[in-house]
C-alpha cells in the first residue's frame, strides 16, 4: 500500500517563496476580479445613461408634435371662430 504522508517533515513544509508566489497570485486574482466588476459596472452606467437620454428625446420629439397638433388645431377653431364673428350679426339687443 502507498501512503500519502511525506517521508520528511522538511519536505512537506513549503517554501516562503512558495508561499508568496501563491499570496501574490491569490492577490491579483481578487485585484483583477474586483477591477473588471468596476468596468463593468462603469459600463452598464454609461449605457443605461445613453438609452435613458435616446428615450428622453425621443419622448421630448412626441410631446413636441402632440403640442404642434394641439396648438394647430386651436388656431384652426380661433379662425373660425373669427370667421363667424366676422360674418355675425351685430345687435344691441342682448347687452
Do not use: C
Request: aromatic share 10%.
Amino acid at each position: 500500500m502507498v501512503s500519502t504522508e511525506p517521508t520528511n517533515k522538511a519536505d512537506a513544509k513549503p517554501s516562503s517563496r512558495a508561499q508568496t508566489l501563491f499570496w501574490a497570485l491569490i492577490s491579483a486574482a481578487v485585484l483583477i476580479y474586483f477591477v473588471g466588476l468596476a468596468v463593468l459596472t462603469w459600463s452598464d452606467y454609461k449605457r443605461a445613461t445613453t438609452r435613458a437620454e435616446v428615450e428622453l428625446e425621443h419622448f421630448a420629439e412626441l410631446y413636441e408634435q402632440a403640442v404642434d397638433a394641439s396648438l394647430s388645431v386651436a388656431n384652426v377653431r380661433m379662425w373660425g371662430l373669427i370667421d363667424e364673428l366676422s360674418t355675425a350679426r351685430l345687435s344691441m339687443s342682448r347687452w
